[in-house]
């Protein structure tokens, strides 16, 4: 009952005073400055005489943590039960038990952020003698494997950094880093999640620490791919943020990112592309950006340039150096493309660096899988070739994606089948969304939507004929029917959400097409000779066996469904699964 009237009656979180305005007399100041001291000795007083009681009295700490407990609801906690908690969590003795109340507090949503803020925000005089403590629970809840519980520990170490003293932040970095380097996905993550909030709410305090900070590329190598993605964010902020200073740390992520690019090692490569489109994100970043939310608004909005010459300079060196490198590797190529695209739509580019990109993408694009439509077909690769699928007049339609012949012409070079065609989707996602940030519709590049594909003639695929073909044939035209789908399925998510009633007429055409070609494939994978293996771009597991993979040995299925992988969101259409990663091989028992 004690224990019970104190939470009532000790009421700390008015006790917090706010600082004087700006304008404030420097009497006003001072009599401010006297009052905070009062207030914050008053509350040393009492914080350690009920220290004093937990640590000496076990009734008195037992009664603590039944009444903290017994609080069922959000909104009759207080601050003085998180101080509390604290001083019990510095006795060794009773540190499971709070680690395990904490856990039951936070699953059931009683300790709330507006809890924390004011904890945080009206007693850090009283905290600071258990920051060890304080950091010790962090990094408890942070290994936690509930989703809920880590994230609140990445929420208490953003008010541990912003509240404690640079001795204590510098410390709270070198938790976060040790995280990093836990080896644990969920942990690695809400690590990086925190640093990525700090870096964004603290950022000038956080740039006294960016060589700590730095040293977490150690671990570059055993990061998924997201978490590298997140590190390289995380780094070129602290690297770009000012447009002012250079840093050792942009020399260092120039040089690293450069070697990265130019390694022979796909997965290093891998590396050096994400983090060369999070240099660019954050060079190019309009002066203009500070809230996401200016991502949906009006491309015209943002026509001017407002980037520094030297950060355009940098950004458009940067961003040929990524394309130069992903020349000769499609899996590096549809990376990058999906990487910058994903940039691209978050409306935060600076035109004049969107205008370089348009251009780049428009121009490679053209010269890799366009070709005029009144152009010979080529006759010498050994099947039959065709302009089908057309929803344009031969007056309107000029151009043709030359799908078939581009494959096979790889082939008969020595690389992969199909190997070019696997970026046609990502190369024309990257160009949609250059087209929309700058015009806010795709009516630029609509004769894409309606255009002919060079594809094999149909007599080829009724079944008697497709059986006699040379089993390389049978390969080719798998692989254009593949690659044909995801070109088809493609250009369905980026024009479905336009609102020219022509448009969608061709866009529903295409869906059929859709439905046919998935038949067509269905029928051609599952003739009784030996059957294709079509690409998948999936990383091998590593509990997978790493042998090479035999040929398909049973019908292949397609996931998900080429209907229901599309889902309708404010106005705009998002794909599921793309279908190039769709085809799921056979494996031995």
């Known amino acids: ?118 904890v945080f ?125 250079v840093s050792s740390v942009q020399d260092e992520l120039h040089t690293l990112i450069r070697k990265q690019l130019s390694h022979t090692e796909a997965k290093y490569r891998r590396m050096g592309v994400m983090g060369a489109v999070m240099i660019v994100q954050q060079l190019a970043r309009r002066r203009d950006v500070t809230d996401l939310t200016l991502q949906a608004a009006s491309a015209s909005q943002a026509r001017d340039s407002t980037l520094p010459p030297a950060r355009k300079k940098q950004a458009i060196s940067m961003l040929d150096d990524v394309m130069r490198s992903c020349s000769h590797s499609p899996e590096s190529s549809i990376l990058f493309y999906d990487e910058m695209s994903s940039v691209v739509r978050k409306g935060t580019l600076d035109t004049a660096v969107l205008h370089y990109l348009g251009d780049e993408v428009t121009t490679k694009y053209q010269d890799t899988f366009l070709v005029e439509s009144g152009d010979p077909l080529a006759s010498d690769l050994g099947l039959p070739m065709q302009l089908a699928y057309s929803l344009d007049s031969a007056e ?32 024309f996602r990257l160009l949609s969304s250059c087209e929309r940030a700058l015009s806010d519709n795709l009516e630029g590049i609509d004769a894409l939507l309606g255009s002919p594909v060079v594809v094999c003639s149909k007599e080829k695929l009724e079944t008697e004929v497709f059986e006699d073909l040379p089993i390389t044939k049978r390969h080719d035209i798998c692989l254009s029917l593949f690659h044909l789908l995801n070109w088809f399925r493609e250009l369905v998510c980026a024009f479905a959400g336009e609102e020219d009633v022509d448009m969608r007429g061709k866009v529903v055409i295409r869906l059929q097409d859709i439905t046919e070609l998935q038949s067509q494939l269905e029928s051609c994978m599952t003739a009784p000779k030996e059957t294709p293996r079509l690409p998948c771009l999936s990383p091998v597991p590593r509990r997978i066996s790493t042998r090479t993979p035999r040929l398909w040995t049973r019908r292949p299925q397609l996931l998900p469904s080429l209907l229901t992988g599309f889902v309708h969101t404010s106005g705009s259409w998002i794909s599921g699964v793309s279908l190039r990663y769709a085809m799921t091989p056979s494996r031995e028992p």
């Open 1 to 118: 009952e004690i224990i019970t009237e104190l939470r009532e009656r000790l009421d700390f979180e008015s006790t917090f005073i706010p600082a004087p305005a700006a304008c404030s007399t420097p009497r006003s100041t001072q009599l401010h400055l006297a009052r905070v001291s009062t207030e914050s000795s008053d509350q040393f007083v009492v914080f350690d005489t009920i220290r004093s009681s937990i640590c000496f009295q076990k009734a008195v700490a037992d009664g603590w943590m039944n009444a903290i407990e017994a609080v069922a609801e959000v909104d009759s906690h207080r601050a003085i039960d998180i101080f509390v908690l604290f001083i019990l969590h510095s006795i060794s003795s009773r540190r499971k038990a709070v680690e395990s109340l904490f856990c039951t507090k936070i699953r059931s949503r009683l300790f709330s952020e507006e809890l924390m803020s004011t």
């Open 121 to 245: 925000g009206s007693h850090t005089g009283a905290l600071r003698g258990f920051f060890p403590s304080i950091l010790s629970l962090c990094e408890t809840l942070l290994c936690s494997s509930s989703p809920s519980i880590a994230a609140f520990a990445t929420s208490l170490y953003q008010h541990v950094f912003g509240s404690f003293d640079v001795y204590c932040q510098q410390e709270v970095i070198g938790a976060l880093i040790t995280h990093i380097g836990s080896g644990m996905p969920s942990e690695i993550d809400h690590a990086l999640d925190a640093l990525g909030a700090l870096v964004e709410t603290q950022g000038k305090a956080m740039q006294r620490f960016a060589i700590l900070i730095k040293g977490v590329l150690d671990y570059l190598e055993h990061l998924a791919v997201g978490q590298i993605r997140r590190l390289y964010q995380v780094l070129s902020v602290l690297a770009f943020s000012s447009l002012e200073e």
């Open 396 to 427: 309107e339609g000029s151009i043709a994606v030359n799908l078939l012949p581009l494959g096979m012409q790889q082939a008969d070079r020595g690389q992969e089948r199909g190997a070019g065609l696997r970026a046609l989707p990502a190369h």
